[in-house]
């Protein structure tokens, strides 16, 4: 559970698992600081790659990155069965649910169809932090814009909502992201955004925005909000920088 008790978002734009020339792929500062938001010396921490259709080779992966940090860790998959017996006493038990990139259209279907997205909103209230990257940080909130469809960027609309914001992810290395977020929050398609550079992380308690989060120097974060008929503004949120990459 997290430090404080409180509900505790942390959805990463980009750059949850770094290379290192000695250990392989590590986590980033961005993952050690949503570790030390549980609170725990050795947190439990289930992650999802529900997004990435449960790929055995992305969860090898991530397992050989999160086995360099001290935690317990576990994953949920879904496909093709649930791999665990009980999903919502497993996922109760957790300090950390993390949730992996992909498709995050494909990823709420899924999870809608076996009933977790009322077990994680459970989960986040009693606690529990939930985290992600990518889809993995889409998801939490009302909408953002996917390329879960194909690879021109489209509105997503549809998410689970626990954070009253649509979101931006992939800001700075994707050219599509802006331009579209800000036209669909200024024509009120979305409600209005944060949106994370590569390496960032947008960090919610309860359902307030707190602060923004960095392990690349000069990446930033941003609030998009309408302004006007058919237009919005887009203000910076310099991050705390946690390291740099």
Known sequence: MSTDGQPHILAIGGGDFIPDDREGTVPSPLMRYAFDLTGQDRPRVCFLATAGGDDQAGIGRAYAAFSRADAEVTHLALFPMPSVPDMRAHLLAQDLV????????????????????????????????????????????????????????????????LLPYSCGIHYDSDDQRRPLLQQLVGEGTLPAAYAADEGVGLHYVGTEFVQAVSCVRGAGAYRVEPDGPGTAKESRIDPRLLADL
């Open 98 to 161: 993390y949730v992996l990139g992909g498709s995050v259209v494909n990823l709420l279907a899924v999870w809608r169809a076996h009933g977790l997205d009322e077990i994680l909103r459970e989960a986040w209230r009693a606690g529990v932090v939930l985290a992600g990257r990518s889809a993995g940080a889409l998801c939490w909130h009302t909408g953002g814009t996917t390329d879960s469809f194909g690879p021109r960027l489209r509105p997503f609309t549809d998410g689970l909502g």
